[in-house]
């Protein structure tokens, strides 16, 4: 079992950053540094859809077209943390941003093959 809990969300204008951070609570058995980890984002009205994923030991990330280039996803693993940095925002990135853990890297951006998902935090961008 994973319990993830996000925060760093809010508002900022257009052209402006800001971090989200992912702590997740890893039951025993396992450790965080063995859970593929992602964000995905849904806006109103809308799907969620992927955002960012990075593998287990942060050597590999993936993007969606939409972000790549203004994101970036980390990973402390002795922190038991996930961050999302988001620099350039536009007003179409605003959603609820929801951290999530566990996928196959085949399907990683498929929203119904993450096992754990957080609460998610608002970011709102405007313009």
């Known amino acids: 079992q994973v319990q993830l809990v996000e925060s760093g969300g809010g508002l900022v204008q257009a052209g402006g950053s800001l971090r989200l951070s992912c702590v997740a609570s890893?039951?025993?058995?396992?450790?965080?540094?063995?859970?593929?980890m992602g964000w995905f984002r849904q806006a109103p009205g809308q799907e969620r859809k992927f955002v960012t994923a990075?593998?287990?030991?942060?050597?590999?990330?993936y993007y969606a077209d939409s972000v790549k280039g203004r994101f970036t996803i980390s990973r402390d693993n002795a922190k038991n943390t996930v961050y999302l940095q988001m620099n350039s925002l536009k007003p179409e990135d605003t959603a609820v941003y929801y951290c999530?853990?566990?996928?196959?890297?085949?399907?990683?951006?498929?929203?119904?093959?993450?096992?754990?998902w957080g609460q998610g935090t608002q970011v709102t961008v405007s313009s």
């Open positions: 890893v039951a025993s058995g396992r450790t965080f540094g063995s859970y593929t």
């Open positions: 990075i593998s287990q030991r942060g050597g590999n990330t």
């Open positions: 999530t853990a566990d996928t196959p890297y085949s399907t990683l951006r498929s929203r119904g093959s993450w096992n754990y």
